[in-house]
């Protein structure tokens, strides 16, 4: 029978209207701004009188909050607006000292219930609202200095193999100095090494010191170049690794200047965890135990488990070579182990080491770069926070090689599974080439101005409501039915990129503006199909049936076309632009199905069942 559907249409339809409803819902209740504090390292857990302290100082600012709730890893504390928000930060954390991040956040504030659907609001945007933004300072010159050091045991290495005797090497200040009893010894050490560091700039032209003869090798201007840029680039791969794994949509992590990165994650929630895994900038050495008599000028001391460790200054490698890891349980001892796999050329480095130092003991040297707040009165007699970097080294594991390993190892001496995990996800994402220091955090505000904002939102609402208002006039009855397959297509728009995780920008906006257009144009063309129909002499049933299987094929094809172009803007796109391709792409697919079928469904409930219909209003 024509302009009938059967029941589970009709069902099908409400139930993804409803679905619509239920998971658009959560963007009615907008976040509250607050902070969230945690441990610097994953091992600091936090309590009820860690909070407090974070309450009472808040209290002798005479910043309000409400709402404060703690869990093992983290606490939150709200507050009314953004100013009291910003101010709260800075009183915490000087209250709680550098033991903890306070990071800025929005707390949501969606129902319980619809929490445990699964539902949660959209994601905004930077140029909305939300997100965090870090600018981080990249120390090129350490990388500089750590090649160095790296180059001058290459050099001692080399200078043994050839025979040629020294008496020391020592790097200071990005200069590698090295000494000899003798000029001749000298010169042909000189000699020896420039063919072999062709990017070195050597300088042998010293007087005898002390019975010593010295030469000088420093990295040329050109390379020193070409190891900041290596040195960034590294550090902004890094970086976005370790974003990915925090699973932030649409990040923006680029470079700025010579030495600094930009990162901004919209629509981070866990802030706190953000800054802490985006911030840690650690490494790993891989170190042999130093033998009893070994000089003090070729060792390091370290602690481990409360007992100072003696270290040989010389690598066998770092945590560049890393390839993966992933953490687990050592199922003989129940503890948390790392599972570590080498590049070849780490594995042939670990191989050689171990291969003639069986029965010695290997240290993992866990290196971590920190920044510190310390508050210091400047010269208008205000006090500031003043950044402080400093290094923290510690040996996590210090075991005897009970034979040569390869590619594939595991570092055991971990305190808790969580920190294994840290550690696999540190190492996983790859190593810094340089260290890296927070200068700035902020949240973000309207990047375009909250007026343009408004303006986007208001655009929204004008083009609605016109819409719906030429809708009604120009096709009465159908109009009716184009207008409430609208509103549900806007529902659906909503609760689709709040399912997926999407982030609205202002370019979103535009997509959905677009999209309103789009949803209406499919039966504007249904419409006008019906009525060349009507006026050809078609009854009204068969009008309505060939209105919209003929224009249906008109829709696709158009739709499709769009679609492409959308994917294409997605896939070539980056950050708003995206943002724009997603909401188009969403707004294609589910103005496809409230256009044709819903308006269909609404069509056939009216006149359906109607046998001796003599006229539409259309």
Do not use: C
């Not at 857990?45 to 869990?71: M, V, W």
């Not at 190891?227 to 990915?244: G, S």
């Not at 990165?261 to 802490?276: F, N, Y």
């Not at 959308?566 to 632009?577: C, D, E, K, N």
Request: charged share 20%; hydrophobic share 45%.
């Amino acid at each position: 029978m024509l302009n009938r559907y059967p029941l589970w249409k009709y069902l099908l339809i409400v139930l993804v209207a409803v679905l619509g409803f239920v998971y658009s819902a959560p963007n009615l209740y907008p976040p509250d701004d607050a902070i969230q504090i945690s441990g610097s390292s994953s091992d600091l857990t936090i309590d009820a009188a860690t909070l407090k302290r974070a309450e009472q100082a808040l209290n002798d600012a005479g910043i309000s909050y409400f709402g404060s709730e703690f869990s093992d890893t983290s606490a939150e504390l709200r507050f009314n607006n953004g100013e009291d928000q910003l101010q709260g930060k800075t009183v915490v954390q000087q209250a709680l000292g550098s033991d903890y991040v306070v990071a800025l956040n929005q707390a949501p504030t969606t129902p319980d219930w619809l929490v445990s659907m699964g539902a949660s609001p959209m994601k905004l945007g930077l140029d909305l609202r939300g997100g965090v933004h870090f600018l981080l300072e990249v120390d090129v010159d350490s990388a500089i200095t750590k090649r160095q050091q790296t180059s001058a045991d290459e050099m001692k290495d080399q200078l043994r193999d050839e025979r040629i005797r020294y008496l020391k090497f020592d790097v200071e200040n990005t200069v590698i100095n090295a000494y000899f009893r003798s000029e001749d010894l000298r010169d042909q050490a000189v000699s020896a090494l420039r063919s072999e560091y062709r990017q070195m700039l050597f300088d042998n032209d010293f007087p005898e010191e002390n019975g010593h003869y010295r030469f000088t090798a420093t990295l040329s201007e050109a390379a020193q170049r070409q190891m900041e840029q290596d040195a960034l680039t590294q550090n902004l791969t890094t970086l976005r690794k370790r974003v990915n794994e925090l699973g932030v949509s649409e990040p923006i992590v680029q470079s700025q200047g010579r030495n600094r990165i930009i990162v901004q994650l919209p629509g981070v929630q866990d802030t706190a965890e953000a800054k802490r895994v985006i911030g840690k900038t650690a490494n790993l050495e891989f170190r042999l135990e130093a033998e009893p008599d070994a000089l003090s000028a070729a060792t390091e001391e370290f602690d481990y488990n409360g007992y100072p460790a003696s270290l040989e200054r010389k690598l066998i490698l770092t945590g560049d070579h890393v390839a993966n890891a992933n953490a687990s349980v050592d199922p003989e001892t129940n503890m948390p182990q790392v599972n570590i796999t080498l590049d070849s050329l780490g594995g042939t480095k670990m191989n050689h080491a171990t291969r003639s130092n069986i029965g010695r003991r290997m240290a993992v040297l866990f290196i971590e770069y920190k920044t510190r707040m310390n508050t210091e009165v400047n010269e208008s007699g205000e006090e500031v926070q003043v950044p402080e970097q400093y290094v923290e080294r510690s040996v996590i594991s210090l075991a005897t090689i009970q034979g040569a390993l390869g590619v594939q190892f595991r570092i055991t001496g971990l305190d808790s599974p969580r920190a294994a995990s840290e550690l696999a996800l540190m190492l996983r994402s790859g190593a810094l080439a340089a260290p890296m220091y927070f200068v700035e955090e902020r949240t973000i505000g309207p990047s375009l101005g909250a007026e343009n904002i408004e303006l986007g939102v208001k655009s929204v609402q004008w083009g609605l409501a016109l819409v719906l208002l030429f809708m009604l006039v120009y096709y009465k009855v159908f109009g009716i039915f184009a207008n409430i397959a609208l509103a549900v297509n806007m529902l659906l728009l909503v609760a689709v990129m709040s399912l997926l995780g999407a982030t609205l920008t202002l370019p979103g906006i535009a997509g959905i503006v677009l999209t309103v257009g789009m949803a209406v144009d499919a039966n504007v063309l249904i419409f006008a199909r019906i009525r060349e129909e009507l006026k050809a002499g078609a009854s009204p049933q068969s009008a309505i049936s060939a209105g919209y299987d003929r224009a249906y094929v008109t829709i696709l094809d158009a739709n499709i076309t769009t679609l492409i172009v959308a994917v294409i803007l997605y896939a070539i796109g980056t950050g708003p632009v995206k943002g724009f391709a997603v909401t188009l792409s969403i707004g294609i697919l589910t103005s496809m199905f409230t256009a044709i079928m819903g308006t269909r469904a609404l069509t056939n409930l009216v006149y359906g069942g109607r046998k001796n219909l003599k006229k539409l209003w259309i």
